[in-house]
């Protein structure tokens, strides 16, 4: 079993457009977040979940909106793409909110291209 | 401010031979250091951690990791490098002002084993 997964695995689409990717974690984690590797590998978080409560937004645009559901999934929604979103966005998971010890798990990924 | 660097972009070691991946770190309190590796396509995995205690951490894979204080250092170490060791390799630190929620990522060192 996938312990963090995100959906879709590739997304291209237009400039303009909305597009929504889901991450659903099964290890029973209070924590979840959002991670935006570009095309030079940098990774750098943009949003923190703890029990479906945001903590960390990393002065992300507000046309990136996470939502959390319930503390198993965060889905991350982004209106009127533009050309610079492009990049490899990370879903994570770690145990505890506070859990500075905590290992994250990632998931693999999902590659966004807008034209 | 909390920060990670990993001064080399690059690391090409002959496979048998002994590889390490600098890492050095800027904290306020208690450093919180974790490595993980990227393979082409994939997310993060988790490699090891130091908290406290032994200054010599060990983790997957045969990769070990020293943490030594008073250069502020944590460099990944592995005695003898595999070709399938070829990958992503990232420091990171746990900003622990955010109670732990938010990770900050050195840039990667890219690691190539040549067999």
């Known amino acids: 079993d996938t312990a963090v997964s995100q959906t879709p695995k590739y997304l291209v689409t237009q400039m303009g457009n909305d597009k929504s990717i889901k991450c659903e974690q099964n290890?029973?984690?209070?924590?979840m977040y959002w991670y935006k590797q570009d095309s030079k590998k940098f990774l750098k978080i943009m949003f923190s979940?703890?029990?479906?409560?945001?903590?960390i937004n990393e002065t992300v645009p507000n046309r990136f909106s996470p939502k959390s559901p319930d503390k198993a999934h965060l889905n991350l929604h982004i209106n009127s793409l533009e050309l610079g979103d492009s990049a490899v966005y990370f879903c994570?998971?770690?145990?505890?909110?506070?859990?500075?010890?905590?290992?994250?798990?990632f998931g693999p990924g999902t590659r966004l291209t807008v034209l | 401010a909390q920060s990670v660097a990993q001064p080399e972009d690059q690391v090409n070691v002959a496979e048998g031979n002994p590889l390490t991946v600098k890492c050095t770190y800027s904290?306020?309190?208690?450093?919180?250091l974790f490595w993980y590796v990227q393979y082409p396509n994939r997310g993060l995995q988790f490699l090891l951690k130091?908290?406290?205690?032994?200054?010599l951490v060990k983790g997957s894979y045969g990769f070990e990791a020293e943490f030594n204080k008073s250069q502020t250092s944590f460099h990944l170490k592995k005695p003898s490098a595999l070709v399938s060791d070829s990958a992503l390799y990232f420091c990171?630190?746990?900003?622990?002002?955010?109670?732990?929620?938010?990770?900050?990522f050195g840039a990667g060192t890219r690691l190539f084993v040549k067999a």
């Open positions: 130091y908290i406290t205690g032994d200054n």
């Open positions: 994570a998971s770690s145990e505890r909110g506070g859990g500075a010890a905590d290992t994250q798990y």
């Open positions: 990171a630190v746990r900003d622990v002002r955010t109670g732990g929620f938010k990770t900050i």
């Open positions: 904290v306020s309190g208690n450093p919180y």
């Open positions: 290890l029973g984690h209070d924590t």
């Open positions: 979940y703890n029990n479906k409560e945001l903590i």
